[in-house]
């Protein structure tokens, strides 16, 4: 599976009554991500009044999610931010509103839409690259079809990392998920079953 990420940090900054809002939107590809980046937005910004937060790690039917109203109304900030998120074609990623309280409050609804505003303009703001998932697959091969198997790697997007020449020769490959059930398929039969390719392992 393959979906959007963010490519770089951006920020965008608001002002709603005399109140700051400092939306800043980051990459994170696991919770302990989020948070590590959570917490260099409160280190950098210590004397702010709140660092609202939401975070969505994974795509689709795989989701880890979080979120925190750090101290404002419960249900007006946090919620607001991740519902923006959930609504958002993006994965792995992380948002922090931090706010600089103007003297002035907003209300609950006032709150509800600085936050969900902050967070819809940062995410409009934020350059994003495509995430392919990647597979590290195993294949061993009598020495006369290698030359081809090789190919068929090659051909469909793969990346040899490593050859181990004994009475076979096995090729250690990372491939896109996507190219996975094909690239089996087609080493099975350019081989006659001779070949076997073996899934490993799962990487980001």
């Known amino acids: 599976m393959s979906y959007r990420i963010p490519a770089r940090t951006t ?20 919770v302990d991500a989020a948070r590590r980046f959570i917490q260099t937005i409160r280190d950098e910004m ?19 999610e979080g979120m925190s109203d750090d101290g404002e109304p419960s249900g007006t900030a946090g919620p607001p931010v991740l519902a923006v998120l959930r609504g958002s074609d993006i994965g792995d990623v992380v948002v922090v509103v931090t706010r ?3 003297g002035t409050k907003l209300g609950t609804g006032g709150l509800v839409r600085a936050y969900s505003g902050a967070a ?7 350059p994003t690259e495509l995430k392919i998932e990647k597979r590290l697959i195993g294949v061993t091969t009598p020495y006369h079809h290698f030359d ?6 090659h051909a469909h997007g793969a990346t040899v990392d490593e050859k181990d020449f004994a009475a076979e020769v096995t090729v250690y490959a990372t491939v896109p998920a996507d190219e996975l059930p094909a ?22």
Not at 15 to 20: I, P
Not at 148 to 153: G, I, N, P
Request: aromatic share 8%; proline share 1%.
């Open 11 to 30: 920020r965008i900054e608001t002002v709603v009554v005399n109140s700051r809002f400092i939306a800043t939107a980051a990459c994170a590809d696991s």
């Open 46 to 64: 210590p004397d702010a009044t709140h660092h609202v937060y939401a975070f969505k790690i994974g795509f689709g039917s795989s989701v880890t």
């Open 100 to 102: 600089y309280f103007g």
């Open 120 to 126: 819809r303009q940062v995410l409009a703001a934020l």
């Open 148 to 153: 081809r198997v090789q190919l068929l790697l």
């Open 183 to 204: 690239l089996t398929r087609e080493i099975e039969n350019l081989t006659g079953g001779q070949a076997t390719v073996v899934l490993l392992d799962a990487t980001a």
